[in-house]
């Protein structure tokens, strides 16, 4: 896996490049401390990333045979046929166009605001900046699960303090779930996407803003034709963050499953993994597991390679 | 200004009545006014919540600190140490080390929690702390952020210095770099310790047994027998409430530092 050349000149590496490759030997100064320096975090990165990659997808390449209904349980390789399954499999492939429509809608509308709130903090046309900095940013204290327990009341028909409209709107119903587990993530992570954004703002030297003032530009044209241009990485980078995560939902809608039936074992593709791993098959959840990171992966950065063009032309 | 106040209500009010009804005994609280205090119960509901099942609830907060806590301490540890090493020092493999820390950025904590159950069965060590505090202790985006940090605020000429005073590299770093690294350092921190607080999958499938559970979970758990416990419909709530506060005050506490963090992330 090798890191786009756009996100390795963003990491800025203030060290000159290496020179011809091979022939010159240099020793390499300090070896005792740089070891020290990397070795707790390479076991541990190894131990638990790594490892764990290549172990879900050894699994996903076996299938459990058994001598009679009731015989021994043996794993034997089993090539392809776990994913076989998966592509055979209905739900799974209902629940990531569930998470992709999810995307679809709640990341523009986030970030949107996310961006607009941040353009608005950083103009002159609000005051008590740090109390809104810090009201939109209470959320995001609030853990996943626990936000989906607290929605969930302020939903249900009978325990919410707006029962004039949680009585009449189904928010809970089949047609609406989804997208009251969309507000719920939106209502998180709005203000922790606005504070990333805000402190790229902060980074422009305004000395820039002043010949814009001079042509003549409104806070508008300046926010549009100055500010954003240059807050895109930020923009970006929240962005994909923020598909990762929608692909990956879970503690939201596991949540959601004591208010409301309408949220079944297979929602969302990782709540697929989870039934899955405690029927148990492992084998069938890895291979679910496996397919889902790499369709997480591709679409980040099929996402980055489309916003670098952009960006680029 | 008027979207701003707008937004802040929306923002505010499901945890103004999170308090609220935190308040309230169980009798008033759907006969009440939702968002107003009606005869204050706080301290009573505490009590409540906190002898439940021998003081459950406490113990996971407990676990939760501790998980979040010491694992991200560690993490930002770690993080930092190899974040320097990618920054200040040239050894063969550094690039392709710092890609693979990048790849692993892009991995999300929900991906590899299953993987990381059968492994852990495979040397027995699911259902104990272990197999939720050691995963969380790599923060690939830790290297990641304390390496631009490193680069960009850690001089050459001062680890010079220090090498010309005879102090070691390692004590270099502890004396001298990880102050001027300290900003990034603390969003690191903070980072994990919300990403750790905040998890939920890893526990779900690793923890069977109540008393090693994080408070989300514990939580959790309660929420879903709701309906066969009727009780229970209090305990969430106001240990809902009170699982929130810790995160609040660090933000506040840590507030100066990672303003000042959070850029480094972005900059080209």
């Known amino acids: 896996m090798s890191a786009p050349a756009s996100v390795k000149a963003a990491a800025g590496s203030t060290l000159p490049g290496r020179g011809a490759p091979g022939r010159r030997k240099t020793r390499v100064a300090h070896p005792a401390a740089i070891a020290i320096f990397i070795l707790p975090f390479a076991v541990l990165f190894t131990l638990f990333y790594v490892l764990p990659i290549g172990y879900a997808v050894y699994q996903s390449l076996l ?4 001598d009679g209904t009731f015989g021994k349980a043996t794993e034997v390789f089993g090539g392809l046929s776990q994913y076989i399954l998966v592509f055979q499999n209905g739900p799974f492939w209902a629940s990531i166009g569930r998470v992709l429509s999810f995307g679809v809608v709640q ?5 949107g605001l996310a961006l607009i709130f941040a353009l608005l903090l950083d103009s002159p046309l609000v005051r008590g900046k740090r109390f809104f900095r810090l009201a939109f940013f209470v959320p995001y204290a609030v853990p996943g699960v626990i936000a989906a327990i607290m929605w969930g009341f302020l939903y249900s028909p009978n325990l919410s303090p707006f029962t004039a409209i949680t009585s009449n709107v189904g928010f809970l119903s089949a047609d609406l779930v989804l997208w009251a587990i969309a507000n719920v993530v939106t209502w998180v992570y709005v203000g922790y996407n606005m504070l990333i954004i805000y402190s790229a ?9 002043e010949a814009a003032r001079l042509d003549g530009a409104g806070q508008l044209r300046i926010a549009w034709s100055i500010k954003i241009p240059l807050i895109m990485p930020a923009i970006v980078l929240t962005g994909i963050f923020s598909i990762i995560g929608t692909l990956q939902l879970l503690a939201e809608p596991q949540v959601f499953r004591s208010f409301s039936s309408a949220v079944t074992s297979t929602f969302t593709p990782n709540l697929m993994v989870y039934s899955t791993s405690s029927i148990p098959n492992v084998n069938l959840a890895a291979a679910f597991s496996v397919v889902l990171a790499l369709a997480t992966f591709a679409l980040s950065f099929t996402f980055l390679k489309f916003t670098q063009r952009k960006a680029g032309k | 200004m008027t979207v701003m106040l707008v937004f802040t209500l929306y923002f505010l009010v499901p945890i103004w009545w999170l308090f609220v009804a935190g308040t309230k ?10 968002l107003w205090f009606a005869d204050i119960n706080l301290i009573q509901n505490i009590t409540n919540l906190v002898a439940y099942r021998d003081g459950v609830f406490l113990t996971w907060m407990l676990n939760s600190a501790l998980y979040a806590g010491a694992g991200a301490l560690l993490a930002t540890l770690f993080a930092g140490m190899t974040g320097y090493a990618l920054a200040k020092y040239r050894f063969p493999g550094r690039e392709l080390l710092f890609n693979i820390v990048l790849g692993g950025v892009l991995v999300p904590a929900t991906a590899l929690a299953l993987p990381l159950f059968l492994i852990f069965s495979q040397v027995s060590l699911t259902n104990t702390f272990w197999a939720v505090f050691l995963p969380s202790l790599v923060s690939p985006f830790g290297v990641y952020l304390t390496r631009i940090f490193a680069a960009a605020s850690v001089p050459d000429e001062l680890i010079e210095a220090a090498r010309l005073d005879g102090a070691g590299e390692v004590r270099t770093f502890f004396t001298v770099s990880v102050r001027l690294m300290f ?9 994990q310790f919300v990403a750790i607080w905040n998890n939920f999958f890893l526990p779900l499938i690793m923890l069977r047994d109540e008393t090693l559970f994080p408070v989300t979970l514990g939580l959790y758990a309660w929420n879903s027998q709701v309906n066969q416990i009727p009780e229970l419909r209090g305990y969430v709530l106001i240990g809902a409430l009170l699982s929130i506060i810790p995160l609040i005050i660090l933000f506040l506490l840590l507030q100066r530092f990672w303003r000042s963090g959070l850029g480094a992330g972005s900059v080209k």
């Open chain 1, 63 to 66: 299938v459990i045979e058994r």
């Open chain 1, 107 to 111: 990341v523009p509308v986030m970030l």
């Open chain 1, 201 to 209: 703002l902060l980074a422009i030297p305004t000395e820039i803003y």
């Open chain 2, 25 to 34: 005994s169980s009798s008033q609280f759907t006969s009440t006014n939702p």
């Open chain 2, 183 to 191: 900003p990034a350092l603390v969003t690191v921190f903070l980072f």
